[in-house]
């Protein structure tokens, strides 16, 4: 193990019920005078984004939006958001919404005043230098899902419309900075869409924690993350006026995203090209890999589960653990392959290549090969449960 390792940790957060009234306050702080709320086509025109541009245009700061946004987002719904903000004289973002939204408008403040092309800043080396940082808009992010952790990543996840993998365009400015985390914004989400993104928030801390990479930091905000996930996801899917569990899982989720600076893993690696192919949601696909992910990885990370078993109040080490993810994925009503979720007559090779390019193979605790992911994916789509 090499004790060497390049560290950065969140931004600025105001956290709490009711606080999305200070906004205009946030730009201010952001230094923004005249935003661009950046959101996906679903929120558009629901209460709470309505409410969120009425208290920016209260304040002078207007009312412009951006909502061409898909489920996942693509490098052509980037330009046509930039188009927007360049036209409307706009000097900042408010990312707003779950993980659509938040990637999108990062990806915006990003780009909009850069002259290379977007896939010239994918995550790979140091691609990320060939940026002009002092071009990126400032960027306010208020989250309205309790998954992604979006809103304190440096990275943003583009679909290429082309080739239909996803790709992670990464710079340390896209970083927003200042994020407002209102629980009251994620009381109105579906249950199967608070169950989708609270196993994504489940699933980074999980990669995170099992990640062979040294970062001791992440390690003790992932087993945290994994607890509050545990306690208080049923209560927020049981219930969604529990806003005391909404706000638990609005910190997971952030923590979740802090905590995967130590690495992701297969599970990632499966469900990024499986959405952008299938166009499932992301944080369901990768409750549904979960446990195939895990027992495959069992080998090198036994030991390490039993830990957080432990500290999880889980019986049964390792084996419980795993029945523990059984249990939640069925309380929370998630298939149980993904051939159940409508991943169907899948061109398994090309998944399985794009899987093995993606950046989160690298944090896997067991090294991926083409044999090796094939047989995960078949487990996947066929024998979840085995």
């Known amino acids: 193990m090499s004790l060497v390792a390049n560290w950065s940790y969140p931004t600025a957060i105001r956290f709490g019920a009711g606080r999305i009234a200070e906004i205009a306050d946030a730009c201010a702080a952001a230094g923004i005078t005249k935003p661009l709320l950046v959101t996906d086509k679903g929120l558009a025109d629901l209460p709470i984004t309505q409410k969120t541009l009425d208290l920016l245009g209260a304040t002078g700061l207007g009312r412009a939006m951006f909502a061409d946004v898909d489920p996942n987002p693509t490098e052509a719904n980037a330009t046509a958001g930039i188009e927007v903000f360049k036209t409307g004289g706009h000097d900042g973002v408010v990312a707003f919404g779950g993980g659509s939204g938040l990637d999108l408008g990062k990806v915006v403040a990003f780009m909009a005043g850069q002259t290379r092309p977007l896939w010239d800043f994918e995550d790979i080396g140091d691609w990320w230098t060939r940026a002009d940082a002092q071009a990126i808009a400032p960027i306010v992010a208020v989250p309205t899902t309790a998954g992604t952790g979006s809103e304190v990543g440096r990275a943003s996840v583009i679909t290429n419309s082309q080739t239909h993998e996803k790709k992670i365009i990464f710079h340390p400015k896209i970083l927003p900075s200042l994020v407002v985390c209102d629980p009251e914004l994620t009381v109105g989400m579906p249950p199967a869409i608070t169950a989708g993104t609270g196993m994504d928030a489940f699933a980074h801390c999980l990669e995170a924690f099992c990640s062979p990479h040294y970062h001791p930091m992440s390690q003790g905000i992932a087993l945290e993350g994994m607890r509050l996930v545990k306690e208080n996801l049923p209560l927020a899917y049981?219930?969604?006026?529990?806003?005391?569990?909404?706000?638990?899982?609005?910190?997971?989720?952030?923590?979740?995203?802090?905590?995967?600076?130590?690495?992701?893993?297969?599970?990632?690696?499966?469900?990024?090209?499986?959405?952008?192919?299938?166009?499932?949601?992301?944080?369901?696909?990768?409750?549904?890999?979960?446990?195939?992910?895990?027992?495959?990885?069992?080998?090198?990370?036994?030991?390490?589960?039993?830990?957080?078993?432990?500290?999880?109040?889980?019986?049964?080490?390792?084996?419980?653990?795993?029945?523990?993810?059984?249990?939640?994925?069925?309380?929370?009503?998630?298939?149980?392959?993904?051939?159940?979720?409508?991943?169907?007559?899948?061109?398994?090779?090309?998944l399985v290549a794009s899987a093995l390019q993606d950046p989160s193979c690298g944090g896997n605790p067991v090294r991926m090969t083409k044999e090796n992911m094939t047989k995960l994916l078949h487990a996947c789509l066929y024998r979840a449960d085995e």
């Open 238 to 350: 049981g219930d969604g006026e529990n806003i005391e569990a909404r706000a638990h899982m609005m910190a997971a989720a952030s923590m979740g995203a802090t905590a995967f600076q130590k690495g992701l893993g297969a599970i990632h690696a499966l469900s990024h090209p499986i959405g952008a192919v299938h166009h499932t949601h992301h944080g369901t696909t990768n409750a549904v890999v979960m446990r195939p992910v895990l027992r495959m990885n069992r080998p090198a990370i036994e030991d390490r589960l039993a830990d957080a078993a432990n500290y999880l109040k889980i019986s049964g080490g390792f084996e419980g653990f795993d029945a523990f993810i059984s249990t939640l994925n069925d309380q929370l009503n998630i298939p149980k392959t993904l051939t159940d979720l409508g991943v169907t007559n899948p061109d398994v090779d090309a």
